[in-house]
Nanobody, 113 residues
């Protein structure tokens, strides 16, 4: 079992920055990859960024050059710069093991002037 807790969400003006954190506990040593997803009202959940245990990363096209995903043992981070109103959503952390996956509870990010 893996437990994930996100933090760092909030309200920020367009052009601002936020850093999300995801802390894993439990059997976190078996996590292979960690990712950040988001879901805006009325829209499907989408992958924003992911990072493997070897450091390989993948980004949603619309966040490339603005967001950076990183990982440090049992924690994952999402540095979000130059935020836009369309980045407003609930952001979720996901951890993948060989045979199962786990989700955090989500943290709200609101970009508004």
């Amino acid at each position: 079992q893996v437990q994930l807790v996100e933090s760092g969400g909030g309200v920020v003006q367009p052009g601002g920055s936020l850093r999300l954190s995801c802390a894993a506990s439990g059997s976190f040593f078996s996590i292979r990859s960690m990712g950040w997803y988001r879901q805006a009202p009325g829209k499907q959940r989408e992958l924003v960024a992911e990072i493997s245990s070897s450091g390989w990363t993948n980004y949603l096209d619309s966040v490339k050059g603005r967001f950076t995903v990183s990982r440090d043992n049992a924690k994952a981070y999402l540095q979000m710069n130059s935020l836009k109103p369309e980045d407003t959503a609930v952001y979720y952390c996901k951890a993948d093991r060989s045979f199962d996956s786990y989700w955090g509870q989500g943290t709200q990010v609101t970009v508004s002037s």
